[in-house]
């Protein structure tokens, strides 16, 4: 069953390349078979001392520590588009919120190679790798933060896997990592990076979501921003059911919103955990 369900996923990621109208449908193809070959014959555990993995991708030079990892960001990113956007200018300014090794920032450079980005990272070694793939592939008008966003500055507590560099679930929510190991994390506000009008906000932060939100609604700043992508964290607290006060904040806002769960599920199962997107979009 586990090789049946395997030939069916790559199938249908097949299915939503063949569908991709964002890259050449060859050039997309060939560079997940060849990540996906990689990944099959590699380990996915991290490099032991730490140092991250080269591999080209569209011709960038991309630092990652594990296959498991980047081919996962590769099928959000640039198969399925989680965050694409359509701006209105050739010089978009982004936010990437939760940039990890910065897998969206080179799709962002791809598309719209003089795009304005600010990127925060928090953890440690996904930072070392988004530092050599904004200067490795030469990117400009980047800043990279290596902060978490927080609804209060200063520092806080982060938890992270001991064992897996650059985890896709570090946190500064510490029910979001069954194993995760507490540390320290400086934090800065979201509010104080936005100064001017924010083409589209992509926020993968594992549980915060929330709060950055609301902390930008209540600093008068959620007005400047014309799109966005969030990755809800829902149930992360089986006992919590809080999406309806994010959305309440959007509409009161002005916003419209689409909303889609990562994983269909045919059946329902109380007090499940949910990766939910929400993309929203400024109303006329």
Known sequence: MKILAAVWHFLEDLSIIYLNKSFSRVRLGYEFIKLKSKQKFHSNNPNPD????????????VAFYNYGNLLHMFREVFIYLDYYFKPSSPSP??????????VSLIFYKLLYPKARIIAFEPETMAFKALTANVRNNNFKDVELVNQAVSERPGKISFFVDGQDQASLLSSTVEGRLSKG????????????????????????????????IAELAKQGKLTLINEMVLEYHHH???????????LKILEDHGFGYQITTKVS???FKKEFFQDILIYAYRKP
């Open 236 to 246: 992360i607290n089986p006992e919590e059911d809080r999406l309806s006060r994010m």
């Open 181 to 212: 190991v507490r540390s320290e994390a400086e934090a800065v506000l979201l509010s104080d990076y936005l100064d001017r009008r924010v083409d589209f906000l992509k926020m993968d932060i594992e549980g915060s979501e929330e709060s950055i």
């Open 50 to 61: 730490k140092i991250p993995r080269h591999i080209q991708l569209f011709g960038k030079d």
């Open 93 to 102: 300014f982004i936010i990437d919120c939760g940039a990890n090794i910065g």
């Open 265 to 267: 599920r045919r059946m």
